[in-house]
């Protein structure tokens, strides 16, 4: 199986994938989504630092590189292109659309039927105060992010009036969801072809409400109930992902509620605490999506060599 990999650089991840395909017989390459190059001339062809991307097997999209409109677009649309001519995309340029659009995650878990906080989304500031002022304990979510990274969680309206009017001047769409009361701790289950891989349990340090380990939250092996499991992979599901890391919170009255989907998870705190070989699984869900696709496409062959 030849398989290109498309990051943004070379890393961890990057060199994890490339360790998992190298042992299983498989080929590697790591390449950057800013030399993607398409021609259309007599015949189609689609590069990255000269490499053929239409003579790969497969295509792991690792992460999306931040970058203006056009180059999001782009970089998005041509994974798509790669997939109706054939190639096994993972994950597949919609699920990454739909998981890192926050608005889209939480319309499609709550079509699913899956827990949620109360959320609104909206444009107008004066739409945006009434949420919290109806909320009380609010956060406030940049609509495309990860990591926790631009998070505000606030009670006081005054408070909320200044953060909703500094974003009111970048013309932001407003993300708000009611605050749910836990214990500083929340539940990463990683998601593999319909079956949960593995989990950890991450606490916050330092006070900090958010857990994520990017961040400096604890990591700790986490055994999930079964009904939880059943959340995390319904919730993938619901996303359309191969894999996916989801983001599980457990409040303080018993309940549980899915909170993010994440499509192009990174994995190092959950193999780390786990000793899991992330990495492996993808790769071999991903030799599994690659046979199954060749096996469709035989009929069609044979029909042709007769």
């Known amino acids: 199986m030849r398989v290109a990999i498309l990051s943004a650089r070379t890393g961890w991840h990057t060199d994890e994938l490339c360790r998992a395909l190298s042992v299983r017989g498989h080929t590697a390459c790591v390449l950057p989504y800013e030399a993607l190059t398409t021609r259309f001339a007599q015949a189609c062809s689609v590069t990255s630092e000269a490499v053929p991307l239409l003579e790969a097997d497969a295509v792991l999209a690792r992460i999306i590189p931040n970058g203006s409109l056009d180059q999001i677009i782009f970089r998005v649309d041509l994974l798509h292109w790669l997939e109706h001519r054939g190639l096994v995309v993972m994950n597949s340029a919609g699920a990454i659309e739909r998981s890192v659009d926050k608005f ?27 949420a919290v002022r109806a909320m009380g304990d609010v956060v406030i979510k ?22 909703v009017r500094t974003l009111e001047q970048i013309r932001a769409v407003f993300y708000i969801q009611r605050a749910i009361q836990h214990d500083g701790r929340d539940v990463r289950v990683f998601v593999v072809g319909g079956r949960v891989l593995g989990a950890i349990e991450r606490t916050a340090v330092d006070g900090d409400w958010r857990t994520n380990v990017s961040r400096g939250g604890a990591a700790h092996p986490f055994t999930l109930p079964s009904a939880w499991a059943e959340l995390a992979i319904r919730a993938a599901a619901a996303v359309g992902a191969d894999y996916a890391g989801v983001d599980l ?46 096996r469709t496409s035989l009929p069609t062959v044979a029909t042709h060599l007769a």
């Open 104 to 130: 889209m995650t939480t319309a499609l878990l709550h079509h699913a039927g899956l827990p949620t906080p109360d959320t609104v989304v909206c444009e107008r500031a004066v739409d945006a105060m009434e």
């Open 249 to 294: 919170l457990p409040s303080r009255d018993g309940g549980v509620f899915v909170l993010e989907v994440n499509g192009i998870p990174g994995w190092e705190g959950l193999q780390r605490a786990t000793g899991l070989d992330v990495a492996g699984a993808i790769v071999d869900h991903l030799a599994v999506r690659v046979a199954s696709t060749a």
């Open 142 to 163: 940049p609509l495309f992010g990860s990591m926790g990274h631009g998070l505000v969680r606030v009670s006081d309206p005054d408070v909320a009036f200044r953060v």
